[in-house]
Nanobody, 124 residues
């Protein structure tokens, strides 16, 4: 019902910045909560940041103070501004949409609506 497409990943040096975008279509966007997850090789998919339909935000501790999640409901788009990147931030980053806390926060790729992912690589 909801299609999500991420973009903006790439290769950066330690301390650099990237801005990821997630374009949504298929359903009413403004009443969905949105989140970013990431998955590194050999690790489970992990929560990064979320934003409610009203604009409330929450971040995982490793990215608090460095990443900022925002949304533009008029453009049906969610962003993740990533600053002061570290090698441990290297992962595939996924956008997610949901209408409940349960479906939003689950890392199971079969639960909720997910984008295809975009690769972020931070070199040392």
């Amino acid at each position: 019902q909801v299609q999500l497409v991420e973009s903006g990943g790439g290769l950066v040096q330690t301390g650099g910045s990237l801005r990821l975008s997630c374009a949504a279509s298929g359903r009413t966007f403004s009443n969905y909560d949105m989140a970013w997850f990431r998955q590194a090789p050999g690790r489970e998919r992990e929560f990064v940041a979320r934003i409610s339909w009203t604009g409330n935000t929450y971040y995982a501790e490793p990215v608090e103070g460095r990443f900022t999640i925002t949304r533009d409901n008029a453009k049906n788009t969610v962003y993740l501004q990533m600053n002061m990147l570290r090698p441990e931030d290297t992962a595939v980053y996924y956008c997610k949409a949901a209408q409940s806390a349960y479906t939003l926060m689950s890392q199971n790729p079969q639960i909720g609506y997910w984008g295809q992912g975009t690769q972020v690589t931070v070199s040392s």
